[in-house]
């Protein structure tokens, strides 16, 4: 039985034709795929209001109110301010301790929060301007501390990190901002 | 001159390649795995704006998309601003809540992609944050373009 077998001769599947095919196939996915990440400015939205718990008390040194209004004017704590304006508020108002030692800036870069609210008006493009500025600041804080401490800057620093939770430089500045609850009436 | 004769002389010159069905397959599958073939038919239109200081998401499997614009209605005429999620625009606002809360039934840590139109207003965008607040999707990611 099995000689028999053996004496058969070409009885084997052509694979010729196999690198053909899966050229095929590769040039189909090749087209179909999307490389392009998506990129954007991440945020975490507040839970839900609980009516029977009030919220935590915070000092009104340590809140930076930021106010898009209808016209996309910007008013920083109820005074007019330029977009280009923001970068450097921030930054001042979360340092404070190492810069101006303000009796009206935050008490430290963690009890820091930039509390944004915005009109039912309020262009879109205006808003993301703003946030663009908020984290601008942000970042030039971070670098300048990554910078101070390990000699890179931000981004190359939390490349070189184990785990995300290891983040030191994030643990003196962590991002607190804050939207704002919506006004009940406003259309 | 003899030099170059006595080496055309030797025969079989060519490349192996009996490796490169294996290669193709290789390329194939890592082409197979990274694509993400749904892509929904966009009913808005949603010209992204652009900032500088933005980040990657990489896990794409994590994120939902949300796209907020004016409807097309066909040439260059547009409707209202209106809310589509995957393939079917939103009527009430009330709905986005019942289907980003399943949504992060199945994946808990879903982060929600907000696909704005940069001829936006924030009063839309605040309705659809509000109800993403009450199904517990708080991870949000304002899609931006880089700045050139």
Sequence with gaps: MFKKKKGRAGAEIPSSSLADIAFLLLVFFLVVTTIDVDTGIGLVLPPPPDESEPPPPIRERNLLKVLVNSQGLILINERPAAVTEVRERVANFVDNANRANDENLSVSPQAAIVSIKTDRQTPYEIYIRMLDEVRGAYKELRDAESMRRFGVNYDRYRASLASPSDDEVRRIYPMNVSIAEPDPGSN | ?148
């Design chain 2, 1 to 148: 001159m003899s030099k170059f004769q006595k080496k055309n002389a030797k025969a079989k010159q060519e490349v192996p390649t009996t490796a490169m069905p294996d290669i193709v397959f290789m390329l194939l599958i890592f082409f197979m795995v990274t694509t993400v073939l749904r892509e929904v038919t966009l009913q808005v239109r949603v010209e992204l704006t652009r900032a500088e200081n933005i980040e990657k998401i990489e896990q794409k499997r994590l994120v939902s998309y949300l796209y907020i614009g004016p409807q097309v209605l066909g040439g260059n005429v547009y409707g209202d601003t209106k809310v589509q999620i995957d393939d079917a625009l939103i009527d009430e606002m009330s709905f986005i809540r019942r289907i980003m809360y399943d949504k992060l039934l199945e994946q808990p840590k879903l982060i929600v992609s907000l696909r704005v139109d940069r001829e936006s207003e924030m009063g839309i965008v605040t309705d659809v944050q509000q109800e993403l607040r009450q199904a517990g999707t708080l991870q949000i990611n304002y899609s931006t373009r880089r700045l050139q």
